[in-house]
Nanobody, 124 residues
Framework: QVQLVESGGGLVQAVGSLRLSCVSS????????MGWFRQAPGKAREFVAA????????WYAESMKGRFTISRDNPKNTVYLQMNSLKPEDTAIYYC?????????????????WGQGTQVTVSS
């Protein structure tokens, strides 16, 4: 089992920044591929970014490229999501997820473990 705890969400004005953190426990962190997803009210959960075990492979959803940066610190069992130039449409609950698959994935179904989420609200 893997436990994931997100933090760092909050209320921010448009064009502001936030840094989300997700701490993992229960399994060796360096064998997990990690991802961030988000879910806005009334919408399906969507992929934001993913990072491979060593941090060398990184994928972003197209709309996040250039604004969001995913990173990880394996000794600290933590994955981060730096969000810059935030827009009101980025308002959502952001979820951290862990995958035991060999390949890095962007599909929700590829992730085995999920955190409870952290709310990000961007005001205009």
């Amino acid at each position: 089992q893997v436990q994931l705890v997100e933090s760092g969400g909050g209320l921010v004005q448009a064009v502001g920044s936030l840094r989300l953190s997700c701490v993992s426990s229960g399994r060796t962190f360096s064998v997990l591929n990690m991802g961030w997803f988000r879910q806005a009210p009334g919408k399906a959960r969507e992929f934001v970014a993913a990072i491979g075990r060593s941090g060398n492979s990184i994928w972003y959803a197209e709309s996040m490229k250039g604004r969001f940066t995913i990173s990880r610190d394996n000794p600290k069992n933590t994955v981060y999501l730096q969000m810059n130039s935030l827009k009101p449409e980025d308002t959502a609950i952001y979820y951290c997820a862990a995958s035991t698959m060999e390949v890095l994935a962007i599909r929700l179904e590829s992730y085995d473990f999920w955190g409870q989420g952290t709310q990000v609200t961007v005001s205009s």
